[in-house]
């Protein structure tokens, strides 16, 4: 998710610092490596290592949603995103109270929704073209779609997955969420990434409206999605979108089940 703002573009010489991950996010790399391969060899709690595999990619997911906003930020003109620790990888830069922490974890525990909340503060003054602040917007959900993609390779090239069933469950859930995402981001509501990316072609007097409502369009879709019409719909779009990629989804709801320790 992006946000518009202004902000004086500061274009001195960045540190090294600025552009290395950090330690937080390598961690969560580590959790992942660790937890997907407890998961593997049936190390231990299985539904544990479920959990801790699908969250620590989850937020893996999150960083790289928001980092991809950002690069193209930065190399479309707004040089003082380096500054502000986006090109880190780190979830801690990409924070908003509600919005990074609470929904985002309701919505996996309870609905088996991805629902990245990170906010990427942009200057969209110092963008270079309408088409880039369009590209920026689309570059986050287009990064979920890309995941999605990958995590689903192991089922569509044919790879053994009978064995380990609870890691594949974990890795179809966790692709699953991907699409989740790509699906409430591309939609066109003020304040979500699709909103964003049809906002700089707007005349001003939509833009003026679009940025009346754009401070509650995600709590509006997320309102949306209590509608049970609506919701079912939307799982529809999603089990569609899976089936044309080749994601299994009874390993994904059976990786959603084993998420959910708790509930056994």
């Known amino acids: ?15 090294k610092e600025a552009f290395r991950p950090s330690a937080i996010f390598l961690g969560l790399l580590a959790l992942l490596v660790a937890s997907g391969w407890m998961a593997f060899e049936g190390y231990g709690n299985a539904r544990i290592n479920v959990f801790l595999f699908v969250a620590a990619g989850w937020t893996i997911s999150l960083c790289l949603h928001e980092y991809s906003h950002a690069l193209v ?32 974890l309701v919505f996996v525990l309870i ?21 880039v602040d369009s590209l920026i917007s689309f ?3 287009a990064m979920n779609l ?10 569509t090239l044919g790879l053994d997955t009978s064995g380990q069933p609870e890691f594949w469950a974990g890795l179809a859930f966790l692709a699953f969420l991907q699409l989740t995402a790509s699906v409430l981001n591309f939609v066109p509501m003020p304040g979500v990434d699709g909103g964003n990316l049809v906002y700089p072609w707007l005349s001003p007097q939509w833009q003026r ?4 409502v754009a401070p509650w369009g ?20 999603v089990y569609g979108i899976g ?14 089940s084993l998420f959910r320790f708790w509930s056994f």
């Open 1 to 15: 998710m992006s946000y518009y703002g202004q902000f004086g573009s500061r274009t001195s010489r960045l540190p």
């Open 73 to 104: 930020a930065f190399k479309g003109g707004d040089h003082d995103i380096a500054h502000r620790g986006y090109l880190t990888l780190n979830p801690l830069k990409y924070t908003h109270p509600l919005l990074s922490i609470v929904l985002p």
């Open 111 to 131: 609905g088996g929704i991805g629902l990245p909340g990170g906010a990427v503060w942009v200057n969209h003054g110092a963008i270079r073209s309408r088409f």
């Open 139 to 141: 570059a986050g959900p």
């Open 146 to 155: 890309v995941l999605a993609i990958l995590l689903v390779m192991p089922f």
């Open 209 to 212: 409206g679009f940025n009346h």
């Open 218 to 237: 995600m709590l509006i879709l997320i309102a949306l999605l209590w509608s049970p019409r609506i919701n079912v719909w939307f799982f529809s779009v």
């Open 243 to 256: 089936d044309l990629i080749g994601l299994p989804s009874y390993q994904a709801d059976y990786g959603y």
